[in-house]
């Protein structure tokens, strides 16, 4: 099945991109979810305002990658949050928190879907998050969750 991503998906492709995948993939997982459309002709004339709108998002160059690789990296972010007992989350911490405290704590404006989360968090304590700014440069954010 021939698609055009309108969304980025994890190692498959970014918006814009025409990709082949298998029919049961395309159909129950990318078309439901919005993260791509069917490929026609008249579709793919849609690209180039998908790929121009990506640009916008996009970090523009190199350096301007490591500069906001350098912010990340500088200081760690506090993320207050409900806690019980012995320092358990009512609930995890998502990409959406992560993104309002780094932008909260005076930090860039940064992409949810670049935010990697390895493992849940569901702990106070000082978390490593990975943060693709760019695909040559990757930043290693320090979250900080403490009790509110």
């Known amino acids: 099945m021939k698609l055009i991503l309108t969304h980025e998906v994890a190692s498959l492709g970014a918006p814009g991109d025409i990709v082949e995948v298998k029919d049961g993939y395309g159909r ?3 078309l ?3 993260l791509a459309i069917s490929w026609t002709r008249g579709a793919a004339k849609q690209i180039d305002s998908i ?3 990506r640009e916008v998002r996009d970090v ?26 012995g ?4 609930g995890a911490v998502t990409v959406n928190d992560i993104v309002a405290a780094v932008k909260s704590g005076g930090g860039p404006d ?6 990697e989360i390895g493992a849940a968090i569901k702990t106070t304590g000082n978390h490593a ?10 930043a ?4 900080n969750v403490v009790p509110a």
């Open 28 to 30: 129950n997982f990318l």
């Open 87 to 90: 320092g358990r989350l009512f």
């Open 32 to 34: 439901p979810r919005g």
């Open 60 to 85: 523009r160059d190199l350096s301007h990658a490591e500069e906001i690789k350098r912010q990340l990296e500088a200081a760690p972010v506090a993320l207050k949050v409900r806690a019980g007992a």
């Open 129 to 138: 998050v990975a943060v693709r700014v760019h695909p040559e440069v990757a």
């Open 51 to 53: 790929k121009k709108a």
């Open 110 to 115: 940064i992409d949810k879907r670049r935010i």
């Open 140 to 143: 290693s954010l320090t979250l």
